[in-house]
């Protein structure tokens, strides 16, 4: 949580506004979804900057190949970060190593220990699929001093993920995570009520949500203390399906609610 000026009637716990992560494109989205979905790294670069000045302390990083699909190449990935830090300095990277139904496990690791991230993202059930490999990527990244924020999409991944910090494999400070909302729902629809479905969170904890209703699931998570990611990975729509104008007006509008605007 950051501290900010806000109102008395802001919806969440007084005086303290949730930190505001921006997931920009994701993997699966294309032009074809949203036509101000960025692509490139200029696009990327540009739209993480105006959701910065919108109100984003950090942004949820995927990038592209040259014929725009979901990739976790080093070289690309050192490149638009170092693009980031130049255009907007105060803005936290956090890379994702998403498999997106191309890479295995062997990959993300790679990834992991070629970009050397300050801050990544891991899906517990993608690791599981090979969970020899679990006590190397997180003992890679506490020696690498790369932050991680696991991604869980149910309880069953939260069960995962405190057996292996019950075994030691995630190792102590390793200690967030990011709860997916609607991701496996019909037509990927989240509601509020979904965050229920998850065991209660210690320590720092976000929440993203797929759908119409992701302002809504977002507002819910932060008045119980949640950490959000907004954009166009998980919607490109307000609750009435009229389609924003770009990630930096859904950014917008949701902070001037969270601020009691």
């Given at each position: 949580?950051?501290?900010?000026?806000?109102?008395?009637?802001?919806?969440?716990?007084?005086?303290?506004?949730?930190?505001?992560l921006v997931a920009l494109n994701g993997a699966r989205k294309t032009q074809a979804d949203h036509p101000r979905l960025p692509v490139t790294t200029g696009q990327i670069v540009d739209a993480a900057s105006a959701c910065h000045i919108a109100g984003a302390q950090?942004?949820?990083?995927?990038?592209?190949?040259?014929?725009?699909?979901?990739?976790?190449?080093?070289?690309?990935?050192?490149?638009?970060?170092?693009?980031?830090?130049?255009?907007?300095?105060?803005?936290?990277?956090?890379?994702?190593?998403?498999?997106?139904?191309?890479?295995?496990?062997?990959?993300?690791?790679?990834?992991?220990?070629?970009?050397?991230?300050?801050?990544?993202?891991?899906?517990?059930?993608?690791?599981?699929?090979?969970?020899?490999?679990?006590?190397?990527?997180?003992?890679?990244?506490?020696?690498?001093?790369?932050?991680?924020?696991?991604?869980?999409?149910?309880?069953?991944?939260?069960?995962?993920?405190?057996?292996?910090?019950?075994?030691?494999?995630?190792?102590?400070?390793?200690?967030?995570?990011?709860?997916?909302?609607?991701?496996?729902?019909?037509?990927?629809?989240?509601?509020?009520?979904?965050?229920?479905?998850?065991?209660?969170?210690?320590?720092?904890?976000?929440?993203?949500?797929?759908?119409?209703?992701?302002?809504?699931?977002?507002?819910?998570?932060?008045?119980?203390?949640?950490d959000i990611r907004v954009g166009f990975e998980n919607s490109t729509t307000d609750s009435d399906g009229v389609a924003w104008s770009d990630n930096a007006a859904s950014v917008a509008a949701l902070v001037s609610v969270l601020r009691g605007q």
């Amino acid at each position: 949580m950051v501290e900010v000026s806000v109102s008395p009637d802001a919806p969440f716990v007084r005086g303290q506004m949730p930190y505001v992560l921006v997931a920009l494109n994701g993997a699966r989205k294309t032009q074809a979804d949203h036509p101000r979905l960025p692509v490139t790294t200029g696009q990327i670069v540009d739209a993480a900057s105006a959701c910065h000045i919108a109100g984003a302390q950090g942004v949820h990083l995927h990038i592209r190949d040259h014929a725009g699909r979901h990739t976790l190449e080093s070289g690309q990935y050192r490149e638009t970060i170092a693009a980031l830090k130049r255009q907007v300095p105060e803005m936290q990277v956090q890379i994702t190593t998403e498999a997106g139904g191309v890479f295995g496990v062997s990959d993300q690791f790679a990834c992991l220990r070629d970009v050397r991230p300050d801050w990544a993202s891991i899906s517990v059930r993608e690791v599981a699929r090979a969970d020899d490999m679990a006590d190397r990527i997180y003992g890679l990244c506490a020696d690498q001093g790369t932050r991680v924020q696991h991604i869980l999409y149910d309880a069953a991944d939260a069960a995962v993920l405190s057996a292996w910090r019950a075994a030691g494999i995630v190792r102590a400070e390793q200690s967030e995570c990011l709860l997916v909302l609607g991701r496996y729902a019909d037509r990927q629809r989240s509601v509020p009520d979904d965050l229920d479905r998850f065991p209660e969170q210690g320590g720092r904890w976000m929440v993203c949500a797929f759908g119409a209703q992701e302002h809504g699931c977002l507002l819910a998570a932060a008045r119980r203390g949640a950490d959000i990611r907004v954009g166009f990975e998980n919607s490109t729509t307000d609750s009435d399906g009229v389609a924003w104008s770009d990630n930096a007006a859904s950014v917008a509008a949701l902070v001037s609610v969270l601020r009691g605007q």
